[in-house]
């Protein structure tokens, strides 16, 4: 069973530094990862889409990468502003097209 | 606009009182599914469904009910409602296996 991990739980940062997300699942073999924000109570705003054969995606200040054969990608947000506090989920599309998601980063950019 | 629409946004209910809670998609996509969010444990699949009139479970179907006559709309039902399904509720959609999900804007239910 495909099991997504995210690291860490929680993160507070200063405004203007760079913000360093990590997700990990157990099973390569995927569709595709996806990364998306959850303000509180609100829905969820897809933000990078990798499919399973790309290394990286990007978009503004947002740079994702994926190394499937490792179980592992990464989401990278430049210049961080308050703006960006949320909480930040990657899912992985299994072969049925399934999305399995992580528990989530809760970031937290102070002023 | 393309988007994923769900109503009700907010809706608290009464033990065993039967309710509907509606999707729909302009976007043309095969594929739908729904999802619950609860604290500690995540977002967890319900149902889905690949086509017109082919849904199947996911992790947690126990206590629902879908349908998909027509490919836009994908309502949930819940034909007893119970607290323990109190929880935030998404619907979602995609084009195909493969291609990136849109998320409806969420329902809160509340079950007393």
């Known amino acids: 069973k495909q099991e997504v991990t995210q690291i860490p739980a929680a993160l507070s940062v200063p405004e203007g530094e760079n913000l360093v997300l990590n997700c990990s699942f157990t099973?390569?073999?995927?569709?595709?990862l996806q990364w998306f924000r959850q303000d509180p109570g609100k829905g969820l705003t897809s933000l990078l889409l990798?499919?399973?054969?790309?290394r990286e995606q990007t978009s503004g200040r947002l740079n994702a990468s994926l190394d499937k054969s490792s179980g592992r990608s990464t989401l990278y947000i430049a210049a961080s502003q308050p703006g960006d506090s949320a909480t930040y989920l990657c899912?992985?599309?299994?072969?049925?097209?399934?999305?399995?998601f992580g528990a989530g980063t809760q970031v937290v950019v102070t002023p | 606009e393309a988007q994923v629409t769900q109503n009700p946004r907010y809706l608290i209910t009464v033990t065993g009182k039967k309710l509907t809670v509606t999707c729909s998609q302009n976007?043309?996509?095969?594929?739908m599914s729904w999802y619950r969010q609860d604290p500690g444990l995540g977002l967890r699949q319900i149902y889905y469904?690949?086509?017109?009139?082919?849904?199947d479970k996911g992790d947690v179907p126990e206590g629902y009910k879908v349908s998909r006559k027509e490919k836009r709309n994908f309502p949930l039902i819940l034909e007893s409602p119970s607290p323990n399904q109190t929880s935030l509720y998404f619907c979602?959609?995609?084009?195909?296996?493969?291609?990136?999900?849109?998320f409806g804007s969420g329902t809160r239910l509340t079950v007393v």
């Open positions: 979602a959609s995609s084009l195909s296996t493969g291609v990136g999900y849109t």
């Open positions: 099973d390569s073999a995927i569709y595709n």
């Open positions: 990798i499919q399973s054969s790309q």
């Open positions: 899912a992985v599309t299994d072969s049925w097209g399934k999305l399995q």
């Open positions: 976007m043309n996509h095969e594929y």
């Open positions: 469904s690949m086509n017109v009139e082919v849904t």
